[in-house]
């Protein structure tokens, strides 16, 4: 399990989201999962494409930032699909 720093900024506050990927989750448990000071606040599952959706919401995070969370990650860290994609 690896973790991650992730910083944003919404409605003028700082928010710095430490990100556990769980490289062998099993479809039942979701891959990423997200903590505000030191509390689950939100986790993701990537989609055969990659793109995350939402797991759950402990945090009860809005819509939007939710949504710029999902872009960070997608953005931030390396996806195994990605590979496929790449130019050769």
């Not at 490289?23 to 990423?32: M, V």
């Not at 599952?45 to 939710?66: I, M, R, T």
């Not at 710029?68 to 994609?85: D, Q, R, T, W």
Request: glycine share 4%; hydrophobic share 35%; proline share 6%.
């Amino acid at each position: 399990m690896e973790n991650h720093i992730i910083a944003i900024t919404y409605k003028k506050e700082q928010h710095q989201f430490s990100i556990s990927d769980h490289p062998h989750h099993d479809g039942e448990r979701c891959k990423y999962k997200v903590f505000e000071n030191g509390l689950l606040v939100a986790s993701f599952e990537p989609d055969a494409q990659q793109f995350l959706h939402l797991c759950q919401n402990p945090g009860k995070l809005e819509d939007k930032l939710v949504h710029e969370l999902a872009a960070k990650i997608e953005s931030a860290l390396p996806h195994p699909g990605a590979k496929h994609f790449a130019e050769k």
